[in-house]
């Protein structure tokens, strides 16, 4: 059942009541998979949709109802919002509330977003809010979706390791922070594999981004993987990637907004000695470092923030934090130094959130309360890392390297 509330769209939806397939007609319903038995819950992800305009969404999800309930969810392209929300009991309930950023490649009638034909296919870039509900026992009674156009916006630029990767096993930490900025806070991530400042920018991107910033939110910039591979003249790290970097800035700051830097994501490559890793990005972390400093703008470091997180596992262990699986989990062997997979995209998200209380930005106060500081020094126990994947896999490796 939909209704339009005073201050703009509003939708309420009870799902112990019969739900239709999504279609555009209704504009909202069951969408990817065949609609589940709510009456007789099961370990089956199932997926909601609602058709709305671009712009920010506060959803509130009443959970339970059901034995043992244990529900994860995820936003548009596998997003993790909220994860292990346990009801034991039959009666139990619990409401979990956040904001999803919704959007379109539509900039304004006449202009779009260029994105790849990969891109297509993404939950990110519909005409409509997508949920995911998951875990060992996903247990939905109710759905709330408002518009909500005054919490501030964090938007993220850059590549595959940021970008909402939309298939398992993939992950990137820009769909894991998530999990733990609350819900006056909206992530807008317009990240996409194999990019560069320069294409980023040149596919409209930027502008995109422009549209819709205001004083207030936050601009994330990680790049440099795939700009190392730029050869024409003027390129490398200390001119057009640079260049790039301050465009950024410039534009950023003539609204009034905050930007913020992430030096790359390192690749896990170790030296034959097993104990220490090879610098794969030469001298892009320090061109970032340069501008960062000559027009004083905060900087994460996450290549050392990773690097530590690899020679603090080893050769062996820091391979279950990429996308490292025998040939019988996905039907092909995937070994890749690049991109993480969920547990590792969840250690670098982890990374940021830490970057972002070193430099004490008011992000901080968007904190959930069951945060817990991180040390890449100290990380998680990938044995002890819980993932329901999502049904949405393919084994072909993202743009970039």
């Given at each position: 059942?939909?209704?339009?509330?005073?201050?703009?769209?509003?939708?309420?939806?009870?799902?112990?009541?019969?739900?239709?397939?999504?279609?555009?007609?209704?504009?909202?319903?069951?969408?990817?998979?065949?609609?589940?038995?709510?009456?007789?819950?099961?370990?089956?992800?199932?997926?909601?949709?609602?058709?709305?305009?671009?712009?920010?969404?506060?959803?509130?999800?009443?959970?339970?109802g059901v034995k043992n309930g244990n529900t994860t969810v995820r936003a548009e392209s596998r997003r993790l919002m909220m994860d292990k929300?346990?009801?034991?009991?039959?009666?139990?309930?619990?409401?979990?509330?956040?904001?999803?950023?919704?959007?379109?490649?539509?900039?304004?009638?006449?202009?779009?977003?260029?994105?790849?034909?990969?891109?297509?296919?993404?939950?990110?870039?519909?005409?409509?809010?997508?949920?995911?509900?998951?875990?060992?026992?996903?247990?939905?009674?109710?759905?709330?979706?408002?518009?909500?156009?005054?919490?501030?916006?964090?938007?993220?630029?850059?590549?595959?390791?940021?970008?909402?990767?939309?298939?398992?096993?993939?992950?990137?930490?820009?769909?894991?922070?998530?999990?733990?900025?609350?819900?006056?806070?909206?992530?807008?991530?317009?990240?996409?594999?194999?990019?560069?400042?320069?294409?980023f920018i040149g596919s409209n991107r930027l502008e995109k981004i422009l549209k819709t910033l205001k004083k207030d939110d936050y601009v994330?910039?990680?790049?440099?993987?795939?700009?190392?591979?730029?050869?024409?003249?003027?390129?490398?790290?200390?001119?057009?990637?640079?260049?790039?970097?301050k465009i950024f800035v410039d534009e950023v700051r003539k609204v009034g907004a905050q930007i913020v830097f992430c030096t790359p994501t390192?690749?896990?490559?170790?030296?034959?000695?097993?104990?220490?890793?090879?610098?794969?990005?030469?001298?892009?972390?320090?061109?970032?470092?340069?501008?960062?400093?000559?027009?004083?703008?905060?900087?994460?470091?996450?290549?050392?923030?990773?690097?530590?997180?690899?020679?603090?596992?080893?050769?062996?262990?820091?391979?279950?934090?990429?996308?490292?699986?025998?040939?019988?989990?996905?039907?092909?062997?995937?070994?890749?130094?690049?991109?993480?997979?969920?547990?590792?995209?969840?250690?670098?998200?982890?990374?940021?959130?830490?970057?972002?209380?070193?430099?004490?930005?008011?992000?901080?106060?968007?904190?959930?309360?069951?945060?817990?500081?991180?040390?890449?020094?100290?990380?998680?126990?990938?044995?002890?890392?819980?993932?329901?994947?999502?049904?949405?896999?393919?084994?072909?490796?993202?743009?970039?390297?």
């Amino acid at each position: 059942m939909l209704a339009l509330s005073a201050q703009g769209q509003s939708f309420d939806f009870d799902l112990t009541k019969p739900q239709p397939n999504y279609n555009e007609q209704d504009g909202y319903g069951f969408d990817i998979l065949p609609a589940p038995n709510m009456k007789k819950p099961s370990a089956q992800p199932f997926f909601f949709s609602v058709k709305v305009p671009d712009g920010n969404y506060r959803v509130r999800v009443e959970l339970g109802g059901v034995k043992n309930g244990n529900t994860t969810v995820r936003a548009e392209s596998r997003r993790l919002m909220m994860d292990k929300i346990l009801t034991p009991k039959k009666n139990d309930v619990q409401t979990v509330e956040f904001v999803v950023n919704k959007r379109s490649p539509m900039i304004d009638g006449q202009k779009r977003v260029m994105i790849k034909d990969r891109e297509k296919d993404y939950l990110d870039w519909d005409d409509r809010l997508t949920l995911e509900f998951n875990g060992p026992q996903p247990a939905v009674r109710s759905i709330h979706i408002e518009r909500d156009d005054m919490v501030p916006t964090v938007y993220l630029c850059g590549n595959s390791t940021v970008v909402d990767q939309n298939y398992e096993p993939w992950a990137s930490w820009g769909q894991m922070i998530t999990r733990w900025l609350g819900p006056d806070v909206a992530i807008s991530n317009h990240a996409e594999s194999g990019l560069t400042c320069r294409t980023f920018i040149g596919s409209n991107r930027l502008e995109k981004i422009l549209k819709t910033l205001k004083k207030d939110d936050y601009v994330f910039v990680e790049f440099g993987h795939n700009d190392e591979k730029e050869h024409r003249p003027g390129d490398g790290a200390w001119y057009h990637y640079q260049y790039q970097l301050k465009i950024f800035v410039d534009e950023v700051r003539k609204v009034g907004a905050q930007i913020v830097f992430c030096t790359p994501t390192q690749r896990r490559q170790f030296e034959s000695d097993g104990k220490s890793i090879r610098n794969t990005h030469g001298d892009f972390p320090a061109a970032m470092k340069q501008v960062a400093e000559r027009e004083q703008v905060p900087l994460i470091d996450l290549t050392t923030m990773t690097t530590q997180l690899y020679l603090a596992t080893g050769p062996e262990e820091s391979k279950h934090m990429l996308v490292h699986y025998p040939k019988e989990a996905y039907g092909r062997e995937l070994a890749d130094n690049t991109h993480f997979n969920p547990f590792g995209a969840s250690q670098v998200a982890k990374c940021v959130v830490m970057g972002i209380k070193q430099l004490n930005l008011p992000l901080v106060k968007y904190l959930r309360d069951d945060w817990k500081d991180f040390n890449p020094n100290h990380p998680d126990d990938w044995r002890s890392f819980e993932w329901a994947p999502s049904p949405i896999v393919e084994n072909q490796k993202p743009d970039g390297n």
